[in-house]
């Protein structure tokens, strides 16, 4: 199911430098920064429960494309908001397995052939006559010891697997994990979202337990900011090395601090109106470098996703269901005032995503290659894929470099992905690095280095890992 | 001039599954679900008056690549507003021939090289020097009954063949094709533009048309959707499977039946704003929409062309002239207020089209690899072109899967571009899906089914033809 | 260093025909009728002051880059503001030799290896240890006289350089090439930002100088235009045969006399709004355009640059300090007042250039495909590279066809980069026109003509050369 060679390019030149570039990076420890995998189960490590549970309902590439052609997300066991979810999971099984034709050509059928293959033995092409066999063989095994939380990631040879958190997380499983002598390195990351955009549920209560958290007066925008401190020193010293950011869009702002006092008593209020909050999030980034600048965390935003796009599934499944949906993001002006402020500042890394490619020539690649503070995040979510992964070293490269980039992002809540995830983007990136030695563009021992650094030497230094 | 090879990939490999997934789907009949030919052509079956006339007037494609370089329309025999058309066919012919060497690297060029070769064994390129005898073999060939229309319908092969029709229009052709005891399928497609779209020539006459022909009361919006309603059940009763909207924008709006009938009225006083008819646009789709779920006519929207664009031109030739560009096409939250209504329906089939290929990775593929009742239709227009239809293959794949598409329109008024615009079409999925083979993303025999799926299947399935 | 395949496909079929192309274009004449070098050096022909004055401190391409990853302007002896310029020219080439392998993959690395080797003889890759031998071989080099400016213009085999020039220059430089006998034809293109940009430093004193000049009463409208009308004429009879316009948009208006005189009053009045402004910019590119129909100079339209974005930068150092960032960009309708007046005639020649390669395919191709006026500039700027160009080629071959676009323009203030850039333009079309002739969409004996066209033939007749 696996050949060798997949994912190169199939000219014998280029592919023959590929191969030998992929092999010196092949077998090199997952550096990963940032992804959504839970840390209660390197805290806990108990056994994943079922092969669906593993494999199908955490994961929107899967249910969002069988929801597409007419698979109901109950049939697939997706939990609902009023607490249902009835599917059998070895009835869900024979429903993916059923409709694995759906994925041909995608990445979700590249990762999963990987886990499947590398993980279970399981090397012919999943279909309805041996879904319920492929089902038991991968429950059978979830039930061993090798394919607990903690076996799997040594397996996977996880040098560093970042979570992203809530700002009032406590952070227990990570203390857990600390505390329990493992050696695995398992870190927060510190997302503020919960407490700075005022349309996530909860908002006002978000803001009321951030001052009984850390002590300080929430009821002035100074007090708020110190409250935000606190916790990223809290986080930082669980490990954290750095934060995110999910806004609808890159705007930031730099008001003073009479009008930030008085924006932010409008939030605060509950009767602010969508353009203060908006303007609100704009601060809040601007903020957020500063303290960036001040406690050295590395921070990333990830902008321009439309979130919760399909109503009737939201209000019966919340969020995170397949529903979101990219829309244009504007970088340039948007940027401009927190660069004005901390673009040129040493101490500042500041990693941009995007999910409009439009932008990675002309107007990513361009803010990168010049401003010290920036650097550029690997494809993200819909363009994490081989296609998407090609075009952006083909679209950023000759403007922003190599060395503007930061590696890879596995960016996935579903764990057993991550070794397919990680190749998927090693081939890729010795796929192009082989064009280019092939046509000349590069030398040979340059595009070994290359290699290597985008593999681990990139993310380590960009994260500070 | 025709190499069996031509649009593979040159590197062997990718080439060879190429060849191989070709074989398989050179020979299945066309199934054209829309395009824009003449239904009298076929009711009347009468002989194509000339090679001008049949290869080069009605081509848009083509008279505006000599148009850009300074041939007037006029010597081109394009008809005028007035009336007027002096142009020598041959004449023309020759102005087109000496000119051949701008389309090179054009689809418009793989077409006519094509349909010389395959239907008038004319193997050579077209040169000033063999114009005239190009001419001579075209002209005889067009007086034999081989070239009638409905002789060349068989020879290429049609299994269906949609047209484009006016809600107005009796499809007396339609009818009389039926009725003639002729075996080949003609279809007409609902087109309610003259009717929805306040801007169009004759839109007020155009409405009362409608009240006439239906005998309901086009004085209210009930009336008026009623109307529809009845235009639509008698399109169908005549073999339409799909309506289709030619649209500025994506916009669609769901108003309470006290606004939408307001809004009737304003659009109906004949003082209302462009901003009341874009909105009135927008209702209408989402009327559209709720009328395919209740009907089951697929609907089709084409948004984003700024017609009529050269002001000149439009004066003297009227419309459809070469002077629609496109411009930037937004569908995320364009779409919203009908996909909040109709988009979780199995009952409906809505099939997007774009000029903005942006949206292609950005917007359509994840909305369509999300919405059970959106589907991607394939490149239209200017990128109905071998780059094109690559690009569209490698932007939208990964994230809506080959199965949220629909396969090819050939969307065309020169009826002999038929069959070299399918063979264009199914040699760059068969490139594409060979590439993946050879780089191992997809395997073999799979293929062959895709192949297969994006030739026939999934356009009767999309179409319901 | 260089190998003589580089930048064809790796492809042995489309390299073949690459290499054979490239074969009968490569020592053609070098025709560059847009750029920025200084037409002082070839009046005076001195000898260039040392390497660094030479590679680095004139290109926003290195120092941008070598910014980006944290070394300071001052440390690489960019001139500032207050006049200060202190680095040591070694100690500069020295700090570029460490940071040579940030420019892996760029087409400034191409520039370079291109340039040391086939200028200098040095063959090896730039390090940090051979760094003072490359300096020392490059600074010894430079005083002879073959590396004079007129020298390296016959060795270049440049057949025509055009400059760009303010509309208030004397082009004493111009004069005095022409009157000191050198063969060598060196040509200004009238390029009037500095009296039509109402935010252009020294604007009103540009206005007034402009009067003084020309003595036309600028105080009118139309005395300002019989100002231009002057002005054009004296470049057009020091042998300019185009214009430049560089803009923030692509928005062209059409006033009528009365507000277009009442604009400028405004304008002239010192208080007028942004809008007015661009207004001004909008009504006069379509001014220009009138008076291109009249005086036959070719117009090129560089819109889309957001210019010196980086606050602190600008304060420092000034313009084109590598902060000028692209943002996205409408032509459609923005050019709509204009093409309306003169898109028609056969007499304008209007070139457009962008940095946002989405209008490629969506507005550019298009647009140029239809008006006879309009044609497509190559890829400019960022895009100004391998995978630029290719993407320019593939995404408007198709409308736009090869015969509207005009040829290569190197752009540059780095002279020494003029015959590697060319060097490249020439590859990357072989290398498309290759695979074109590979695929079968293109004859070999037709892709022979259109490389030639490319490289010689279209450029002439766009600029009048």
């Known amino acids: 199911m696996l050949d060798s060679m ?67 997300l109950e049939s697939l066991g997706i939990p609902q908001l009023d607490g249902k979810q009835q599917a059998d999971p070895r009835e869900v099984w024979r429903i993916f397995a059923k409709h694995y034709y759906l994925f041909r050509g995608t990445p979700t059928r590249l990762w999963l052939d990987y886990s499947l293959s590398t993980l279970f033995g399981l090397t012919e092409r999943l279909t309805p006559e041996n879904a319920d ?44 994990i600390r505390e329990s002598g493992w050696k695995g390195r398992v870190v927060p990351t510190f997302r503020p979202d919960p407490v700075i955009d005022a349309e996530f549920a909860g908002f006002r209560e978000n803001i009321d337990k951030l001052g009984e958290i850390t002590g300080e007066n929430i009821g002035s925008f100074k007090g708020y900011l110190n409250a935000l401190r606190n916790r990223r ?23 003073d601090d009479a009008a930030a006092e008085a924006l932010y ?28 600048v001040e406690d050295g965390l590395t921070m990333q935003l990830h902008p321009g996703s439309i979130r919760n796009h399909n109503k009737k599934l939201y209000e019966k499944f919340g ?46 690649a361009p803010l990168a290659g010049h401003y010290p503070a920036l650097r550029l995040g690997p494809p993200w979510w819909f363009h994490d894929s081989p296609e998407g992964m090609m075009r952006f070293r083909e679209q950023a490269t000759e403007t922003a470099g190599f060395y503007n980039t930061v590696g890879f992002n596995d960016d996935t809540r579903a764990f057993l992905s991550i070794p397919s995830r990680h190749d998927v983007a090693r081939r890729i990136d010795c796929a192009f690095l082989g064009r280019l030695v092939a046509e000349h563009r590069l030398d040979e021992d340059e595009a070994f280095e290359v290699a290597k650094d985008l593999t681990v030497n990139l993310v380590k230094k960009a994260y500070k890992l």
């Open 233 to 255: 020193a809290f986080f930082k010293q669980m490990g954290a090395t750095a934060t995110d950011h999910g806004h609808l869009t890159a705007q930031t702002a730099d008001l």
């Open 319 to 364: 969020r995170d269901k397949g529903a979101d949906i990219p829309g244009p993001t504007e970088y340039v002006r948007s940027l401009k005032p927190l660069l004005d402020r901390y673009g040129n500042d040493p101490r500042l890394t500041f990693i941009l995503f995007t999910l409009d490619e439009s932008t990675f020539s002309r107007e990513l």
């Open 265 to 292: 008593q409008r939030i605060l209020s509950g009767s602010s109106t969508p353009e203060e909050q908006k303007l609100f999030q704009a601060q809040m980034l601007t903020e957020m470098a500063g303290m960036s």
């Open 133 to 176: 066999h492929y089902y038991e063989v991968v429950a059978a095994a979830l039930e061993t010891p090798e394919f607990r939380p903690r076996a799997l990631f040594e397996k996977f040879n996880i040098e560093v697997l970042a979570t992203t958190d809530s700002p009032l997380d406590t952070l227990e499983h990570h203390k857990a």
């Open 6 to 72: 997949r994912l190169f390019p199939s000219d014998p030149a280029a592919r023959a430098v590929a191969a030998k570039l992929y092999e010196t990076v092949r077998d090199l420890p997952i550096v990963s920064p940032h992804g959504h995998t839970d840390p209660s189960w390197f805290a806990v490590d108990g056994a994943f429960p079922n092969p669906a549970a593993l494999f199908i309902q955490p994961d929107h590439y899967i249910f969002r494309m069988l929801y597409s052609q007419g698979v109901s």
